[in-house]
């Protein structure tokens, strides 16, 4: 049961069309956004909002008190996003209109209707610094190897060793998306067993972290919009919310891994591997225009007050991390050299979830044996 007294952060986001194909949202598509959860601030359905976008892809950071997977909460977003795309995508033609919005009607719960969703329920600390993660062309996975290196990897976060309230570690909960089973594995103890895990980010991917005792430390989104549709339409394009500090790793931490722009599933078609870079909020950065990416992730961080959201801090705004963003424009320019190659192009196994597979159908007659 929800608590009263507990602070909600609900990210749930969608491609519900953009500008100039698969790139960005439209201004306008923010704005009706912001007046929906604006009216749903004054119902006092929730505290807090902040609509924003990471490429083509419309986010509503939602701070309430209503526990995860509320039925209100996720309903609110799940209509915001069919008032945007009926009121501007369609009216404008933007591409892929209502891409997302698998189902003809809601159910109880945006999971499994297209749109993707991370929340993390807690009782508020003194103080609360919180980083909201969103991405552009790749797919929910992306999350693994950070997350693994914010909460489990000394060699990233110094509080691991230096802080004794890290000191017991982090509880992971990891997703089969094949199957869809979760198991929680504890680290240190465990590490191994989790890199067995999540080395695949296609097929698990971690869901929730916990600190040892208890505290809730951070969620991501893990939906898969093709595994919902039986077919190709676009990949899920993840969000995550990590919380910082005092006993938690830190702000700077929680940032460090993405100093290393990891290969990611997603880009061109959902089909290509390509380098996820870390990027500013601000419009010259957060747009996937070459080649349809490469993939992006935007940092914003806030502190909660009393279920307010105080912020965005726009964390990749710094020249700090202009290295991985020169290493990550390298790294594509090498990849794209490889065509339509593997491993550039994805594997036949994640492969099956794109269009290609029609070409293959194609082609299927023409094959004789070999004498
Ligand atoms: C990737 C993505 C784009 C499209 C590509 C083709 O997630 O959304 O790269 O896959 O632009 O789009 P269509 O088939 O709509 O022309
Ligand atoms: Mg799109
Ligand atoms: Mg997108």
């Not at 010259?284 to 502190?303: E, W």
Request: charged fraction near 25%; include cysteine; glycine fraction near 8%.
């Amino acid at each position: 049961m929800p608590s009263e007294k507990k602070t909600t952060i609900s990210v749930i986001k969608a491609d519900v069309g953009s500008l100039a194909g698969h790139h960005i949202t439209h201004p306008k598509q923010l704005e009706v956004a912001r007046q929906h959860l604006e009216q749903a601030r004054e119902e006092s359905l929730i505290v807090d909002f902040h609509v924003t976008h990471c490429g083509d892809d419309l986010e509503l950071i939602m701070s309430h008190q209503r526990g995860e997977n509320d039925m209100v909460i996720h309903e609110l977003a799940w209509n915001t996003f069919i008032d945007v795309t009926e009121k501007v995508s369609r009216p404008l033609k933007l591409y892929a209109a209502g891409q997302d919005l698998l189902a003809d009607a809601f159910s109880g719960n945006v999971k499994g209707l297209g749109p993707g969703s991370a929340e993390l329920e807690f009782e508020e600390r003194v103080s609360d610094p919180l980083v909201v993660f969103l991405a552009d062309k790749t797919a929910p996975g992306a999350w693994n190897l950070p997350l693994y290196k914010i909460f489990a990897d000394p060699f990233n976060t110094a509080g691991l060793i230096i802080d004794p309230s890290l000191h017991g570690g982090f509880i992971f909960e990891v997703l089969d998306t094949h199957e869809g089973l979760s198991v929680k594995l504890k680290c240190p103890e465990e590490i191994y067993d989790l890199l067995a895990l999540i080395g695949d980010p296609n097929r698990y991917v971690i869901s929730k972290i916990s600190r040892n005792d208890g505290l809730p430390a951070a969620a991501a989104s893990t939906s898969k919009l093709s595994m919902i549709a039986g077919r190709y339409v676009g990949k899920d394009d993840p969000v995550c919310i990590v919380r910082a500090q005092n006993g938690l790793p830190a702000v700077g931490e929680v940032l460090e891994p993405f100093a290393f722009p990891h290969l990611v599933p997603g880009w061109m078609r959902g089909s290509h591997h390509g380098p996820l870079m870390p990027v500013s909020y601000s419009d010259s950065q957060n747009k996937c225009t070459r080649f349809d990416g490469p993939p992006r992730v935007v940092a914003l961080g806030f502190q909660i007050a009393n279920a307010s959201l105080v912020g965005p801090a726009d964390l990749f705004d710094d020249p700090a991390f202009d290295k991985a963003r020169d290493k990550a424009n390298d790294l594509a320019d090498y990849l794209r050299l490889h065509g339509p190659f593997v491993p550039h192009r994805l594997g036949p196994e994640e492969m099956e979830y794109t269009t290609l597979t029609g070409v293959l159908d194609k082609l299927k007659n023409r094959f004789q044996k070999i004498q």
